[in-house]
């Protein structure tokens, strides 16, 4: 959680972005550390560490195996940066952002 703490400004800044391209540039020139940010945000949540309404899990259904790829350590950086940057519509990541609202919420 940490990496996670250290690496919010980036991933609320990926996980809003609107335009698609941007977006892909953004992960295009994240380092090592930022996409295995994003990496823990999923492992976390298959893992349920973070709770989850079931609008936010069934809006992530239709992605659960690029997130079960991501969620994988042994998967290289560069495969999973690719996974990310291959993603096309809006869903994966506006449900994402749910995700990270819910974990970086103060209690």
Known sequence: MKRLRRQLPFLRSVLKEANRFKR?????????????????????????????????????????????????????????????ISQKGRGLFQGLHNVLCQCARPR
Request: glycine share 2%; aromatic share 4%; proline share 7%.
């Open 24 to 84: 892909q540039e953004l992960l295009q020139n994240a380092n090592v550390d930022q996409v295995n940010a994003f990496c823990e945000l999923v492992l976390n949540l298959l893992k349920n560490n973070i709770p989850m309404t079931p609008p936010i899990m069934a809006q992530l259904r239709p992605y659960k195996k690029v997130l079960r790829n991501l969620g994988r350590r042994q998967h290289s950086v560069k495969k999973r940066r690719q996974w990310l």
